[in-house]
C-alpha cells in the first residue's frame, strides 16, 4: 500500500467537492469534458497530416475479431490528470539531478486545467507531490529522490491506479500515469499479468520514459525483460514509450497527446459477456492512426 494512505483519501474527498483547480506556470491552455453514453473506451487517434479532427466514419472497432457497430466518438476537451511515477530504488542507471528535471519537465507542459502527481517508489510507493500544476512545488518537492532498496514496480502502478485516479473516475477520464523506470519488478505482491488487467479494466493509459537497463538483459523467470515490460505495458493500455534521455520531448509529445488527440469511444458489445475477457482493436481510415487499450478484461 502507498505510505500515508489518509492524506490521499482526504485530498480526493476535496477534489470530489470541487471543480476548480488554480492556474499554474504551464505553456498551454485547455478546457471541460464530453457526455458519452454506453460502453466507454479511451482512445487515441491523430491524422498522419493535418490537424482536423477525426470522426466517427473513420475508426473501426472490433471485439474478438468482431466488427462493433460505434455509437458515438467524441473529443475529449477534459482537463487531464496525469500520475508520474519515478523509480526511486538502488542501482538505477540515472542520476538523481536527471530525474528532478526529467520530472520537472512536465510541469512546463501541461496544459491549463491539467494537474500532475508525483510519486516516487522502491520497495513502497510515496507521495512526491499532490495534485498541482506549478514548477515551483515540483522542484521543491523533487529533494525528497534517492536511490535505495527494490524497485516494487507493479505494486506501485496498483497504488497509483486505486488510490490516486480511480477515486476521479467515472467523472474525470483522461487519466494518465507516467512510468519513469528501466521497467525492472523486484518483489511486487501484485503478478506481472494482473498488473495490466487490472490497468486495462480500469481505462488508464500508461506511457514510459525508459532509463537504461541495469539487468544489461538479464533473463527473468516470472515476466519478461525489464524493456519489455515497458513495451508490454504501454501498448496493452494504449500509451506508448518514450527514452528518458529525450525527456524534454517526451514530456511536451504526451501533454499535447493528451490535449490534442483524446477521444471517447462508446459502444454495445454484441456477443460477448461481461465476465469473459474481450480483446479490442481499434484501427483508422487511410492517413489516420489509432491506439487505444488491447482488452477489456472479464469480471473476476
Known amino acids: 500500500m502507498m505510505r500515508a494512505p489518509s492524506k490521499i ?57 468482431v466488427e462493433q457497430r460505434i455509437r458515438n466518438f467524441a473529443f475529449d476537451t477534459s482537463p487531464s490528470r496525469i500520475v508520474l511515477l519515478v523509480d526511486n530504488s538502488q542501482g538505477l542507471r540515472a542520476e538523481l539531478d536527471a530525474l528532478k528535471a526529467g520530472v520537472l519537465e512536465f510541469s512546463y507542459e501541461i496544459y491549463e486545467g491539467d494537474q500532475m502527481f508525483v510519486v516516487a517508489f522502491d520497495e513502497k510507493a510515496e507521495i512526491v507531490q499532490e495534485w498541482t500544476d506549478e514548477a515551483d512545488k515540483v522542484l521543491k518537492s523533487t529533494k525528497s529522490f534517492r536511490k535505495q532498496g527494490n524497485p516494487h514496480l507493479f505494486d506501485a502502478l496498483s497504488a497509483a491506479s486505486r488510490q490516486i485516479l480511480l477515486p476521479l473516475m467515472p467523472g474525470l477520464r483522461k487519466t494518465a500515469i507516467v512510468m519513469i523506470t528501466d521497467g ?4 511486487s505482491d501484485i503478478s506481472y499479468q494482473n498488473i495490466i488487467r487490472e490497468l486495462q479494466a480500469s481505462d488508464i493509459t500508461v506511457y514510459a520514459l525508459q532509463l537504461p537497463d541495469r539487468t544489461n538483459g538479464a533473463f527473468r523467470r516470472n515476466q519478461p525483460k525489464a524493456p519489455r515490460v515497458l513495451k508490454e505495458i504501454t501498448e496493452a493500455t494504449g500509451g506508448a514509450v518514450y527514452q528518458f534521455s529525450e525527456a524534454r520531448s517526451a514530456a511536451k509529445a504526451i501533454c499535447d497527446e493528451l490535449k490534442n488527440n483524446r477521444y471517447l469511444l462508446s459502444y454495445f458489445p454484441t456477443s460477448q459477456a461481461s465476465s469473459e475477457d474481450r480483446n479490442i482493436f481499434a484501427i483508422g481510415k487511410e492517413g489516420i492512426t489509432v491506439r487505444t487499450k488491447s482488452m477489456h478484461p472479464g469480471l473476476r
Open 184 to 187: 525492472l519488478d523486484r518483489g
Open 9 to 65: 483519501i482526504l485530498f480526493l474527498l476535496m477534489i470530489a467537492l470541487t471543480s476548480q483547480f488554480v492556474g499554474g506556470q504551464s505553456r498551454n491552455n485547455s478546457k471541460g469534458i464530453s457526455s458519452i453514453e454506453g460502453s466507454v473506451v479511451s482512445v487515441t487517434a491523430r491524422r498522419v497530416s493535418g490537424n482536423e479532427p477525426v470522426t466517427l466514419q473513420e475508426i473501426f472497432l472490433y471485439e474478438n475479431s
